[in-house]
């Protein structure tokens, strides 16, 4: 298997080295994962590397390092990216990961693969551990741009002061719907979950975010009590989309949410469920 470059800094001749590298172009899949799976992914290789005792490195070179803080956890490599990816069944790739630790090599590689195990099975998601949050935590430490910008989403587009607590309503419409005017079928029915979340939440503040522009217009325009922010729809796997500007608006948006109370969301988008995990945030599924 290739050795990783001197780029990568190992600190002695015996230390095991695993870097997650998040490629821009995949040769085994149409696109790259989008960011919630990038991390799924980097949880189980976080877990195996605990258990085989390897560092557990990230490749910076994607556009979304340009606005995180760099840290020791970061590093740059060319060596070869294996990729531990779909069309591969998830149970595929988890195996494929356990041979890569066992091998005792280092390598780069690029995978979502799942990282829970409940009755014998793979499934998706679920908690992680104290010192795996704190490992994310410090990958995913923004820089004062994004601090600055947020701040000033939530007083000037929310009219929230900094402080103040709110619950996000993040609804996710799929890839289809972040450049398509149509309307998804499941609109009237969240419509309705929306507008009974507003009736019975007191005083509560709600922010939406959503993937569909004209969804969230409308759900804005039918419940003024919204907070909202117009910004770029990306997915960051969508290597059609994600220029500078609509990527940096995705990481504010990533960071806005980092700040919630609770995170309701409809069915189980890996965006916004793992900044639950990260930052230990309430999450509920319509």
């Given at each position: 298997m290739q050795q990783l470059p001197q780029t990568v800094q190992i600190k002695n001749g015996t230390e095991r080295i695993c870097v997650h590298k998040y490629l821009k172009v995949c040769k085994t899949n149409p696109q790259p994962p989008g960011l919630g799976d990038f991390v799924r992914g980097t949880i189980a290789l976080f877990n195996f590397a605990k258990i085989y005792n390897y560092k557990l490195l990230i490749d910076k070179d994607h556009p979304i390092?340009?606005?995180?803080?760099?840290?020791?956890?970061?590093t740059?490599?060319?060596?070869?990216?294996?990729?531990a990816l779909p069309p591969s069944s998830y149970e595929t790739i988890y195996n494929q990961l356990?041979?890569?630790f066992i091998t005792g090599e280092n390598f780069s590689i690029m995978t979502n693969s799942f990282y829970t195990i409940e009755n014998q099975r793979l499934?998706?998601?679920?908690p992680i551990s104290l010192d795996c949050?704190?490992?994310l935590q410090k990958i995913f430490t923004p820089k004062i741009e994004v601090r600055?910008?947020?701040k000033s989403v939530i007083t000037n587009?929310?009219?929230l002061s900094l402080n103040e607590p709110f619950t996000l309503i993040h609804l996710r419409f799929g890839d289809k719907f972040l450049h398509d005017e149509s309307y998804s079928e499941e609109f009237g029915e969240l419509e309705l979950l929306v507008r009974?979340?507003?009736?019975f939440g007191s005083d509560q503040k709600f922010v939406l975010m959503s993937d569909s522009s004209k969804m969230a217009a409308n759900l804005k325009c039918r419940n003024p009590e919204l907070c909202y922010w117009d910004n770029s729809k990306i997915h960051l796997g969508d290597l059609k989309n994600n220029d500078r500007d609509a990527v940096f608006e995705t990481m504010v948006d990533f960071f806005i949410m980092s700040n919630a109370i609770e995170i309701i969301s409809n069915g189980c988008s890996g965006f916004s469920k793992i900044v639950s995990e990260i930052f230990n945030i309430k999450y509920t599924c319509l």
């Open positions: 390092f340009d606005f995180l803080e760099n840290n020791d956890y970061l740059t490599t060319d060596a070869h990216v294996i990729e356990a041979l890569l499934v998706n998601f679920g949050r704190l490992f600055n910008k947020v587009n929310y009219g009974y979340l507003i009736k």
